[in-house]
């Protein structure tokens, strides 16, 4: 009988946690300052607007730009003369048929976009342009000096990410481009190198934001992340055939999605000042559910598209 109370405890205990973690998940602000970012994106060009110029090139780039996008998106390389390159692939096969990789060639001698390439994120659909040529980063600041970017640095380089953050220093825009990587080592040489640039969830601190907001914790743990991106998982095995095998499985995209895709997760950022981006988002179907679930802005290969969208059913603006 003496148990009685000490289960009495634990039970008030676990009740007044459960309460007080939904009353600050829902109410941030009291205890978490709101991060105030530069800009607020909700129209983000996927490699520039892969499907309707050829990706990553200044073409794609400025076509974005006139349909209206908030924000670009894309990665960037190290070319065999410290040029950073701006290109999805360090090998170019895919891009180009050539099978050489950047860090091989000097900027001058890397090979031409195909006439028609595949839109990564829209199977057996192809886009073209003029502009064949492989931009670089300097011509994308020079060109849209106070656009957002979202920049992602796929290799662990440190000299990669010292030569990018110069050049977002020399052109006065560390606050308005992002740092993207799913890596946190990578991650963790960008912040060294400039840690002034806002910067997104990792992978792995992706997944223990989940396992924050699982356990309730989440409401009472500082965050120093400004955006979280994350692939929309909805369109797998649609629009998206990953390489990857466990993407390739209904069962586990359905998980993903349900455990991932939660609207009170992304309101709760969202009230803490994180924008939530999801890609690729290529269908207006697709645009109406990401939205629905609590995305703050979406990336496209399609931003002609998705500007009409935007046109024909505006967000409700986010206070």
């Known amino acids: 009988m003496e148990v009685m109370p000490e289960i009495a405890c634990v039970i008030i205990f676990f009740l007044l946690y459960i309460s007080s973690s939904l009353f600050f998940l829902y109410n941030p602000n009291i205890i978490h300052k709101k ?3 530069a800009f607020f994106c909700r129209h983000i060009s996927h490699r520039g607007g892969a499907g309707e110029r050829i990706e990553n090139t200044l073409e794609a780039f400025t076509h974005a730009a006139t349909t209206g996008t908030d924000m670009l998106e894309l990665d960037c390389h190290l070319s065999l003369d410290g040029q950073v390159i701006v290109s999805h692939d360090e090998n170019l096969l ?4 050539s099978d050489v990789t950047i860090s091989s060639l000097k900027a001058q001698d890397l090979p031409l976009y195909k006439e028609k390439l595949e839109v990564t994120f829209d199977v057996d659909h192809f886009s073209s342009g003029k502009d064949r040529r492989f931009a670089l980063l300097e011509e994308i600041f020079k060109k849209f000096p106070r656009m957002p970017v979202t920049l992602e640095i796929k ?8 030569k990018v953050s110069s050049l977002v220093r020399q052109y006065d825009r560390e606050d308005i481009t992002v740092w993207a990587t799913g890596d946190s080592d990578v991650m963790a040489k960008c912040r060294k190198e400039n840690p002034n640039m806002p910067f997104m969830f990792t992978e792995k601190r992706g997944f223990l934001l989940l396992v924050l907001y699982y356990t309730g914790l989440l409401p009472f743990v500082p965050l120093e992340e400004s955006l979280l991106q994350f692939y929309f998982p909805r369109v797998f095995n649609r629009t998206y055939i990953a390489d990857e095998w466990y993407f390739r499985n209904k069962v586990t995209v359905y998980l993903i999605e ?9 309101h709760h950022l969202t009230k803490r000042g994180i924008q939530v981006q999801l890609f690729v988002c290529n269908r207006e179907n697709d645009m109406d559910a990401a939205f629905k679930v609590g995305a703050t802005g979406l990336m496209t290969d399609y931003p002609t598209l998705l500007s009409k969208y935007l046109h024909k059913h505006p967000p409700p603006e986010i206070k």
């Not at 895919?94 to 048929?97: S, V």
Request: net charge positive; charged share 40%; hydrophobic share 35%.
């Open 35 to 37: 991060k105030r970012l």
């Open 155 to 162: 290799k662990n380089d440190s000299v990669l990410a010292r």
């Open 94 to 97: 895919r891009q180009t048929g």
């Open 258 to 266: 349900k455990l991932t895709m939660r609207k009170t997760l992304f």
